[in-house]
């Protein structure tokens, strides 16, 4: 069994910065792509970022610049560290890493649960 916690989140100040992490845990063989995903309200599920088990990043188009993803492979976690926010940051916030398993030796896509960030005076 494969959980992925994530801490983090909250409200802050336009402008403010926030750190979110994620942590993979379980019957772990190897974690290929991590990523984070929002959802605000009332809209679909967006790209936030991802990473590669090598370092490669990708970024969605409004958070370049001012997000960053990184990864621990020795902690199986992923972190993302988001500054200059803005209103529009304002969503639920999920983790998203593709694991294989102990059990099955075959790579399969994890959620975490989400978390709330608010960006509000």
């Known amino acids: 069994q494969v959980q992925l916690m994530v801490s983090g989140g909250g409200l802050v100040q336009p402008g403010g910065s926030l750190r979110l992490s994620c942590a993979a845990s379980?019957?772990?063989?190897?974690?290929?792509?991590m990523g984070w995903y929002r959802q605000a309200s009332g809209k679909a599920r967006e790209l936030v970022a991802t990473i590669t088990s090598g370092g490669s990043t990708n970024y969605g188009g409004s958070v370049k610049g001012r997000f960053t993803i990184s990864r621990d492979n020795a902690k199986n976690t992923v972190y993302l560290e988001m500054n200059s926010l803005k209103p529009e940051d304002t969503a639920v916030y999920y983790c998203?890493?593709?694991?294989?398993?102990?059990?099955?030796?075959?790579?399969?896509?994890?959620w975490g649960q989400g978390t709330q960030v608010t960006v509000s005076s």
């Open positions: 998203n890493a593709e694991i294989v398993g102990l059990v099955t030796y075959q790579g399969r896509d994890y």
């Open positions: 379980g019957s772990i063989f190897s974690i290929r792509a």
